[in-house]
């Protein structure tokens, strides 16, 4: 009598977990047919209609066959005794569980994480164009610190022309030799970047400005609540236009004024020159 009612009490108890085993399939079998018809949806092109019902079927035969197919394997696996046999029946279902992965699995993950993980990558490439921005205005605020050297060095050049013209200082001989003339070239060139640097300050300004209001508008479509596909094209289309700010300055050009910011940022590199060759001519005076 006790055999019979444990017996009956183990029925009950398999009966149950079955019906629970069925509903748990189920409901992880809604989910995935839910997410995968988001994942599917967001990668087909394609008309409304076309897209909603191919959505539809596939994530419907998706819900299906995890459903069969996991209850099917647990009903086999308490028939199957033997150890080959155990072990040919896990074959299958790992290769089920890949074929599920293949079918499922990576429209769950991009319909879960897709958006974030969109928005993730738009947050880093903003942070990387406020850098190069920064960078590019810094540079260009540092050339303009080159401008008291320059104004010196154009009028020493201008100077020892004159005294090397009127009373040959350099060399001992007056007139407008090659030396005479070097001094004169240099002087000029000197000139001519005085003015660069100072017609510049302008548009360095108006460049940074510029770029400043391509970030803002990025950091509102990073951080504005939506869909995500509108405010990733919006996204570039304001990259395109802060790539060509920050380009403004490295591109060369034909015009004087369009390559100044590109001159000014090659004039960091002759304030050595400028602090090494003066003290020489300024010797060679004296001498």
Excluded at 186 to 194: K, P, R, W
Excluded at 227 to 244: K, M, Q, S
């Amino acid at each position: 009598m006790l055999l019979k009612t444990n017996a009956v009490r183990l029925a009950e108890t398999v009966k149950g977990i079955e019906t629970m085993t069925r509903f748990a399939l189920a409901v992880l079998a809604l989910a995935s047919g839910v997410y995968t018809y988001l994942g599917v949806r967001g990668i087909l092109d394609g008309s409304a209609t076309f897209v909603f019902f191919a959505a539809i079927i596939y994530s419907a035969a998706v819900s299906v066959a995890i459903y069969a197919f996991w209850s099917f394997m647990l009903r086999f696996v308490p028939l199957v005794v033997s150890g080959v046999q155990r072990a040919a029946l896990f074959a299958t279902m790992g290769i089920g569980c890949l074929m599920i992965i293949a079918m499922s699995s990576w429209l769950n993950a991009a319909a879960l994480a897709g958006s974030a993980a969109l928005e993730q990558h738009l947050a880093v490439t903003l942070q990387g164009y406020v850098d190069d921005l920064d960078q590019a205005n810094s540079n260009a605020i540092s050339a303009q610190s080159l401008l008291p050297d320059v104004q010196r060095a154009q009028e020493r050049f201008a100077r020892l022309a004159d005294d090397e013209r009127n009373s040959g200082a350099l060399t001992g001989t007056t007139g407008s030799g090659s030396v005479v003339q070097l001094l004169t070239q240099m002087s000029a060139q000197m000139n001519e970047l005085s003015a660069t640097i100072t017609g510049s300050r302008s548009e360095v300004e108006t460049l940074f400005q510029q770029g400043s209001d391509h970030l803002a508008k990025m950091r509102e479509l990073v951080s504005t609540a939506g869909t995500i596909e509108p405010r990733a094209d919006a996204f570039a289309a304001e990259v395109v236009g802060l790539n060509a700010v920050i380009s403004a300055c490295r591109r060369p050009a034909s015009h004087p004024r369009s390559s100044a910011p590109l001159r000014i940022c090659r004039l960091a590199s002759s304030r050595r020159w400028l602090m090494v060759a003066m003290p020489h001519w300024s010797a060679a005076k004296t001498r």
